[in-house]
């Protein structure tokens, strides 16, 4: 059997060889340009996953730039307590990731079930500050920390994975600082937001410190309806520790949730607090040897790419190998990897103040023949003139000011129907404010910066 690299050919679950080195077995996730199928060293006897990507496709949703940059962040951690990849192979049209097969599942799901007891959760914390330190040794930060994102082997350690927003040395500025926003709401440190640059070792363990406590609470700190009141209370550091919680694990939290991002607690002062202390090991030697194959894939599509026969000799293929992150969950998470659908602007953060955004939006409203209907503390009620499905496009607009010429903004559709709603959102809203913009939720510049 041929894998066709120029078609949407399944490999079939049968005995199938590919390269001479890999048994393909069954389809473990699968999405519009990749699929991720269990797999079997022939060589070493060993579990894998291999994930098939279509060139084509990638370059298509524009997420060249974000494999690239795992490939360069995975090259320089190898780590116990991180993902690895094992090998990496390509035709012209397809890339074949082969990655450790990570079966435990997302430490997410424990969280889920209620709180941890403290050394349980002590032990997950250990294994996660234990891979942090290595990845800020090597100059790369990940800028994504969450339990969605931290899996467990078959022993039940802990495993880093997901290094799509990581951040590398040559990213940050003379001065040593990143600023592209980048994370996820409910574990994003405050500076990230701020303007002025922020430091992204500084900026994952605050991101540790959130993990810590929902593994110890089995909730998240900062918590509300809708993104703008998770920041408006990370902001100030306001949240509260359940009666459980011992003194010492509290202690240690808070001195992890600074605002201030130079008095959070470093990592050096968190191996040494008490509290993490207790039963702690640092990892065994590992290896740090380096691959030397050439790591630079080709992501170029060609149309007339050689065909990769199973159970044969490959019809020159082009090697190479790397490490690279990817999520899995039950097998594998291709979340962000398959996203494909384009989401309505509904959030989107501003370089501009409050009251500037305001105004800009009452212009915006004015040239879309939308009226405003209601206008209270920076939120904006505006309503169509044009009677759609549902009746008139409706919609309130909440500008939350985190810091001088730092807002968020949220849309909300208030009425009318959703299509339409996400359809005017992308073809009038979304140029409109295209100015005063500086990141759309889900579309941050991390692939610049």
Known sequence: M??????????????????????????????????????????????VAIKVIKKERLKKESLVKQIKREVSVMHLVRHPHIVQLKEVMATKAKIFMVVEYVKGGELFAKVTKGKMDEEEARKYFQQLISAVDFCHSRGVTHRDLKPENLLLDENQ?????????????????????????????????????????????????????????????????????????????????DYAFPEWISPLAKDLISKLLVVNPEKRYSIDDITKHPWFQVGFMRPIAFSMKENAVEHNIDFNYDNDAEDVNIGGKPARPFYNAFEIISSLSHGFDLRSLFETRKRSPSLFISKFSASTVVTKLEGVAKKLNFRITGKKEYTV????????????????????????????????????????????????????????????QGESNCQQQ
């Open 2 to 47: 041929v894998i066709n690299t120029n078609s949407d050919d399944e490999i079939n679950n049968g005995r199938n060889i590919i390269f001479n080195k890999y048994e393909i077995g069954k389809v473990l996730g699968q999405g519009n340009f990749a699929k991720v199928y269990h797999g079997r060293s022939l060589a070493a006897s060993e579990n």
């Open 157 to 237: 350690d802990l495993k880093v994975s997901d290094f799509g927003l990581s951040a590398l040395p040559e990213q940050r500025r003379s001065d040593g600082m990143l600023v592209t926003p980048c994370g996820t709401p409910a574990y994003v440190a405050p500076e990230v937001l701020k303007k002025k640059g922020y430091d992204g070792s500084k900026a994952d363990i605050w991101s540790c410190g959130v993990i810590l406590y929902a593994l110890l609470s089995g909730y998240l700190p900062f918590q509300g309806e809708n993104v703008l009141r998770i920041y408006r209370k990370s902001f100030k550091a």
């Open 381 to 440: 009620r505006m309503q169509g003139e044009t009677e759609g499905r549902k009746g008139k496009l409706a919609m309130t607009v909440e500008v939350f000011e985190l810091a001088p010429e730092v807002a968020v903004v949220e849309f909300t559709k208030s009425a009318g129907d959703t299509l339409e709603y996400i359809k005017f959102c992308e073809d009038q809203v979304r140029p409109s404010l295209k100015d005063i913009v500086w990141s759309w």
